[in-house]
């Protein structure tokens, strides 16, 4: 065995001195301890960390094996097995570790390698020995040398690159390093960050590169810290959104618009309504799908470009910044989502600016309103003279509209919220039709006061109608009822319209939830707390039975026959509007005829049930309305 040892000691590994110099194979070499090896892994890990130090040996290794395999190449009477054999042999013999192959497996065509498996182990690897001793266990393999040693050993023979896994690894704890060889195409992502060394920069490069590249970060914050700095000032002096905009404009040279929620458009430089309207659709279809935009973002529409940031007031999205560029105009995004995320704050702060003044105004309204009906003013001169600080005539004629919500669900917790954004809702549907109100709120209805003038010949009843459409998109799970009153010269008597208003919202229900005073007709004139008393004997002595004692059932039996008289007697039509079968409603009318005692084809007792039923909507609306949507 000795003999054996020695002679593959000198095939292989062939050590001579000359001169006073060591020379392996040929080449000098020298001799230094693995501690010395120990404390250059030590001060690479510190200087230029963990990724770059096992680049940096698996790159030394790699040239290590290269360097031997060159010799073992020349040797034509050997099989490239067993080459490739040689290889753990000389790094065993050069005391890198204890190396062994357990399996090999070559496949060939021609000069060309189809695949290789190759499969060993290490004992004692002086790399993970050292690494342990300095650092204690890793978390993953640490004998980057060696891995390297034996991909570019097997590299240079195969003339294919080849990468060498460590499996396991004497520095995480393991009893032996386990390894695992294959062509890189076979590795993919595996084998790249240890090939990465050729397309990494030199250390010094690099910071010279980074600190380029701090500097730019730098004039970059620069530009952006003094536009927000105009932009800051142009708040602090009260500009308008409009002057913001342009501000920022005519610094970066790049269309800016402003939209609001509902992609209106609030403010706008460097581009022309006509082109805006050409990218609105993109945008609008973009947002419709059911996309959001909680942060910047870039967005492909038409023939251009779109960076796009929220703009959050209260923690919600009140409108939209946008930067446009068309097709081939170049784009710094660093520093344009920096720029847009500042002007989008701006814009914020206007908008809570805009919110605190206009919450201030409709709070000194809505006590105003309040004054009004309550009576405090003495004449009417005192009152068209305060309103004139509201930009409000109330020496026009006026209506008042009473404007009624349920939920459908219960939601106690959020209450606040909902009577708050409902209030909120109607005041911005008037202020983006510039129509100029008084809004007063109690609990579930609003009152609100509009002069004739600002109506532009427009139908109260449409514009009622437009209101609850809005409001309901807002509001989910509500029902709106509203009663309009009569139109009122004398605002001295506001009072009386606040009232006519209450009289008609209680004619309204789900399936009219509009309701005119004028549709009253003289049961409106005649209803009024002096004469209630009177009313309900009227109404007693008109439905008998039916009115006394109400309970649920009678309750049920007067709501179908007011359906049934205000539809002329169509069973068909009144069947469907209260969902009944019309056997169903058969039934009941035959109830409700047994109990008045009367022929319901009667045209004149039709006309006075009519009269009596609408008085008891009215006087009796909260237990009817109950019953109802129930």
């Known amino acids: 065995m000795a003999i054996n040892r020695e002679v593959i000691l000198s095939d292989l590994l062939h050590i001579t001195q000359d001169d006073g110099f060591l020379y392996t194979n040929n080449e000098r070499a020298v001799i230094t301890s ?14 230029i960390g963990i990724e770059r130090l096992q680049t940096f040996f698996f790159k030394f290794g790699y040239h290590l094996g290269e360097e031997d395999a060159k010799k073992v190449a020349a040797n034509e009477a050997l099989s490239m097995v067993e080459k490739i054999a040689r290889g753990p042999v000389i790094h065993s013999l050069k005391g890198y570790a204890k190396s062994e192959i357990t399996e090999t497996d070559l496949e060939t065509q021609g000069n060309k390698t189809i695949s290789l498996c190759c499969k060993g182990m290490w004992q004692h690897s002086f790399e993970a020995e050292q690494y342990v001793k300095k650092f204690g266990f890793s978390e993953r393999p640490v004998c980057h040398s060696l891995s390297g040693y034996a ?5 240079f023979l195969l003339g294919e690159k080849v990468f060498f896994k460590e499996l396991q690894c004497e520095g995480q704890g393991a009893p032996c390093c386990k390894w695992e060889g294959r062509l890189v195409s076979d590795w993919q992502e595996e084998s790249k960050e240890y090939f990465s060394y050729s397309k990494e920069l030199p250390v010094l490069k690099e910071l010279e590169q980074t600190n380029e590249q701090l500097l730019h970060e730098k004039n970059n914050l620069s530009i952006v810290t003094r536009i927000h700095q105009d932009l800051t000032d142009e708040l602090i002096k009260g500009s308008t959104l409009a002057t913001i905009v342009k501000k920022v404009n005519e610094q970066i040279h790049l269309p800016i618009i402003v939209e609001d929620k509902r992609r209106q458009l609030l403010a706008s430089s460097g581009i022309a309504l006509e082109d805006y309207h050409l990218i609105k659709s993109h945008f609008d279809e973009f947002l419709k799908s059911g996309q959001t935009i909680m942060k910047t973002r870039l967005l492909h529409c038409g023939n251009g470009t779109r960076l796009v940031a929220p703009i959050f007031l209260l923690g919600k999205i009140v409108g939209y910044c946008s930067f446009l560029y068309d097709g081939e105009e170049a784009m710094n995004q660093d ?48 009152i068209i003279r305060k ?18 919500y349920k939920f459908a669900k219960k ?10 954004n409902i209030y909120e809702s109607v005041s911005d549907f008037f202020n983006r039709k510039s ?3 008084l809004i007063d709120q109690e609990t579930d209805s609003l009152f609100l006061l509009i002069t004739e003038k600002q109506l532009n010949n427009q139908n109260i009843v449409k514009l009622a109608r437009s209101l609850v459409s809005c409001v309901k998109k807002e509001i989910k799970h509500a029902l709106f009822l509203v009663g309009i009153s009569s139109l009122n010269s004398d605002i001295m008597e506001a009072n009386v319209a606040l009232n006519e208003a209450r009289a008609a919202v209680r004619l309204s229900s789900r399936d009219k939830c509009i309701t005119n005073f004028s549709e009253l007709g003289m049961i409106g004139v005649l209803i009024n707390e002096k004469n209630e008393k009177a009313i309900r004997k009227i109404i007693k002595d008109t439905l008998g039975i039916l009115y006394e004692d109400l309970d649920s059932n009678k309750i049920t039996l007067m709501e179908t026959l ?41 045209p004149q007792l039709q006309f006075q049930l009519l009269l009596a039923l609408k008085a008891v909507r009215i006087i009796d609306y909260e237990l009817i309305v109950n019953q109802v949507e129930r």
């Open 411 to 420: 939601c106690e917790e959020k209450e606040l919220t909902i009577h708050k």
């Open 335 to 382: 520093i344009d989502s920096m720029l847009i995320g500042k002007l989008a704050s701006v814009c914020s702060l206007t908008f809570l600016k805009e919110k605190i003044e206009l919450d201030s105004m409709e709070r000194a309204k809505s006590y105003f309103f309040e004054e009004i009906i309550s009576g405090k003013y003495a004449s009417k001169q005192e």
């Open 34 to 47: 693995t501690s010395a090896f120990s404390t250059l892994q030590h001060d690479l890990i510190e200087n």
């Open 387 to 404: 309103a004139d600080y509201f930009q409000l005539d109330l020496a026009d004629r006026y209506y008042v509209i009473n404007m009624k």
């Open 151 to 155: 991909s570019g050993f097997v590299s």
């Open 562 to 602: 007011y359906h049934f008289l205000v539809n002329g007697g169509n069973l068909e039509q009144t069947a469907d509007d209260l969902a009944l079968s019309v056997s169903g409603l058969r039934y009941r009318l035959n109830k409700i005829t047994e109990l008045l005692g009367h022929d319901l084809r009667d």
């Open 435 to 437: 129509i100029n109100i």
